[in-house]
């Protein structure tokens, strides 16, 4: 997997956002795709020694497109410069919650886990009243030393914990959130050797992983909206 070659790529791109240049360049964006696509393979099988549920993923099946959707959006850029790409039992669904990358040069690169999309009313309750019921095994997790030497929780929140819950619960805190998740960012120069990044983030991953465990407890039996 050459690093090297997906970082020019994403960087070519950044700097030539334009439909013209991506359709004049289909050749390199084949070429830096596989090379991501060969990474996440690689994680498949890293994560898999101690995540087994994963290990049945497909890398095409688990990664996103560049293109934006800029309807909504004052940058009319079409093209987002990254790949990014989730690894979960189901996919690259939001839920359940897996293990995130994305790469995207300038120093923007990041590992990630949990809840990000907290659109979802029905999740966010779910995880609501599993930490309400379990707050205990939650605290445990995020103080766990090895966890705390890389993450910080992060998440949209509320200014107040919901009606419903007790306000004194010792982690009325973690109630006032929408969404729950983690990110670890890389710079650029984390990325350059393929196989010193590979070992880096399956670290990071196992260390993750009760993080994800917990949330997806919270989560069991949650169904994805109907498009």
């Known amino acids: 997997m050459d690093m090297q070659l997906i970082?020019?790529?994403?960087?070519?791109?950044?700097?030539n956002n334009n439909r013209?240049?991506?359709?004049a360049h289909k050749a390199e964006n084949r070429a830096a795709n596989a090379e991501f696509e060969a990474l996440i393979q690689e994680l498949i099988y890293s994560i898999g020694k101690f995540d087994g549920r994963i290990l049945h993923n497909e890398p095409g099946n688990l990664t996103f497109k560049l293109v934006r959707d800029t309807r909504f959006s004052h940058d009319k850029s079409p093209y987002n410069p990254a790949f990014r790409a989730h690894i979960s039992s189901e996919?690259?669904?939001?839920?359940?919650?897996g293990y995130y990358l994305m790469i995207k040069p300038g120093?923007?690169?990041?590992?990630?886990?949990?809840l990000f999309a907290d659109m979802?009313?029905?999740?966010?309750?779910m995880v609501r009243s599993y930490i309400a019921q379990n707050g205990e095994e939650?605290?445990?997790?995020?103080?766990?030393?090895?966890?705390?030497k890389y993450f910080t929780l992060r998440g949209t929140a509320l200014k107040n914990v919901p009606a419903g819950y007790d306000r004194e619960h010792p982690q009325a805190e973690y109630l006032k959130y929408k969404s729950w998740y983690l990110e670890y960012p890389l710079g650029d120069d984390a990325l350059k050797d393929g196989e010193t990044f590979l070992r880096e983030a399956t670290e990071l991953f196992r260390i993750m992983k009760p993080f994800n465990d917990y949330l997806n407890r919270a989560l069991a039996g949650f169904q994805m909206?109907?498009?």
Do not use: C, M
Request: proline share 8%.
């Open 91 to 97: 996919g690259k669904l939001p839920v359940p919650v």
């Open 120 to 125: 979802f009313k029905d999740a966010t309750a």
């Open 20 to 23: 013209e240049w991506y359709h």
């Open 7 to 15: 970082l020019k790529y994403l960087t070519d791109l950044k700097e």
């Open 107 to 114: 120093n923007q690169s990041f590992l990630g886990g949990g």
């Open 138 to 148: 939650w605290q445990e997790i995020l103080q766990d030393p090895s966890f705390r």
């Open 225 to 227: 909206p109907a498009r």
